[in-house]
């Protein structure tokens, strides 16, 4: 009882100094195992490790292969709540670059890992694409934490993040096409008998994903599922789709548990947040339980198998050589700078399923007696410990002496995704800014992102929303919805996070009717509240710009605007196109000079009057 509960506890207690300290959770949740692990049978009196995750025939928490059967189903849950978050929108949006890193980035890995380790500690071919294959993954569970502390451009953090989400399949399905090999061919290889199971597992582990994932959103569309029991059966769905896949052709579970999950995230299912909140929350506990016990799990001996020339070797070539190479072979062609392909080449951590799977596979083939079985859990653990190590403590630095860190953040996030809100947008957007908008109401998102915008449906009380690393370069901060309370909050929570340059908020009606009481965060206007800015766009839905000569003719205009509820000034455009968002009580002077322009929303000036 102890030993479960010391795990859970040290688990959260690890992901806590995590995010105080900015860092994967990977990284102290590992160290934690390794402590209670191994390590302790050097400090204990009777040389025994805090927590035995197996049974020894003294003390343990899971006997025989209990230990295998549980990391398989905790990693089945984790990468079904990956599947959730691949959108076909965005992998879209992200261009070739992505394709090519998951592809030929993989191969490169693969076989310059494979050829490394095999001369470098002179392990059987089959042993060494293992763990080759093994190490393909990065995963979001690492890089997520690391990108969203560093502001980037928004291609590289998109590049990194959605390799990390789709490569994780890929590694694990070609782990497992190895395993067969060596499993099946019983340690001849490449035979016709592992093609074959190969080929069933693509066949089982797509068909029972793709039918369960509509037989579950059926269920949830027909109300056939109560409201308190959607997540817990959706749990028991997932763990009942691997099992099965996992009968009819072994280690296909993996592959079913992605495709249901990819499925279910691409449909419009009522309560697909809160199945995805339950498996974010559901994920962070199996990730911090999983580390600490496969940590704890190797022995002293295993680590001593690391001390040498060699492991440094396998690790330099694997980290700065074979990765630089996947990423330039990959980027070739593509829109990318050097800097860029620098940066995406030097960040490429490895994470759960890497752990997971070489722990699983590794104590397989060494109960078979497989020669050099015993390399696979401590090389993957080092690769594991050592690239989170590494990336977690250097790469701000060297974002910065690549020149890849943005130095000002320029983005503009706008709470709030109603028509205002999209035609402000559309015009940022068309002014070469990064604009994103984030509401609770998916009809306005959706009616964002046919005009191209970006946007996304997000609970502004939700602490996710400062995790979300494409929001890493946000600048500015506009509240723009109709709710005071809502604006408030925004400024309140996010001015830090995304206002650096400037956060702002739409007066409320008593605002507006007690110039004495203008809050200094006041936007566009203190003589236009919500309702005033709807019905002007919806009488002149357009954004407009007028020349201006100097100061005084810029002050006399918005003396116009305040008199004028179908005009309401938004920004102030300089000769070289930036755009300056104007507050509604600065008192300072914008320095106007001839050249310049003023954008509003609303009627065209009517110079005659």
Known sequence: MLELAGIIILGIIAQWVAWRLKLPAILPLILIGLLVGPIATLYTEDGAKLIEPIWNGEKGLFPGEGLYYFVSLAISIILFEGGLTLKRSEIANVGPVITKLITVG???????????????????????????????????????????NIPLKKDVSTVLKWEGILIDPIGALVAVLVFEFISVGEGSGYTQTALIEFGKILLFGTTFGFTFAHALAFAIKKNLIPHYLMNVVSLSVVLLVFVESDVFAHESGLLAVVVMGMVLGNMNLPNLKELLYFKESLSVLLISILFILLSANINIADLELLMNWKTAALFVLVVFLIRPLGVFLSTQGSNLRLNEKLFIGWVGPRGIVAAGIASLFGSKLLAKGEPGAEYITPLVFMIVLGTVLLNATTARIFAKLVGVFLKKSEGILIIGASKVSRLIANYLKKNKRHVVLIDNNQTNVEKAKSLGIEAMTANI?????????ELN???????????????????????????????????????????????????????????????????????????????????????????????????LKNPDNDLKIISAFSKENYDVQEGYKLVYLGKVFDFDK
């Open 106 to 148: 993989s191969v490169v890995t693969f076989f310059g890992a494979g050829v490394a380790a095999h001369y470098i500690f002179e392990l059987s071919w089959q042993i060494s694409f293992l763990f080759s294959a093994l190490i393909i993954v990065t995963g979001p569970t690492v890089i997520t934490p690391i990108l969203r």
């Open 473 to 571: 370069d946000m600048g500015y901060l506009m509240a723009l919805t109709g709710n005071s309370d809502i604006n408030r909050f925004a400024i309140d929570k996010f001015k830090k996070q995304f206002g650096e340059n400037g956060a702002f908020r739409i007066v409320n009606t008593e605002e507006m009717n007690d110039p004495e009481n203008n809050p200094e965060e006041g936007l566009f206007s203190h003589t236009d509240d919500f309702i005033k800015l709807t019905d002007a766009a919806r009488k002149y839905p357009s954004i407009n710009e007028i020349e201006l000569k100097d100061q005084e003719h810029y002050n006399g205009l918005i003396e116009i605007t305040k008199a004028d509820n179908d005009i309401i000034p938004l920004f």
């Open 461 to 469: 009380y939700s602490d996710s929303l400062t995790d979300n690393i």
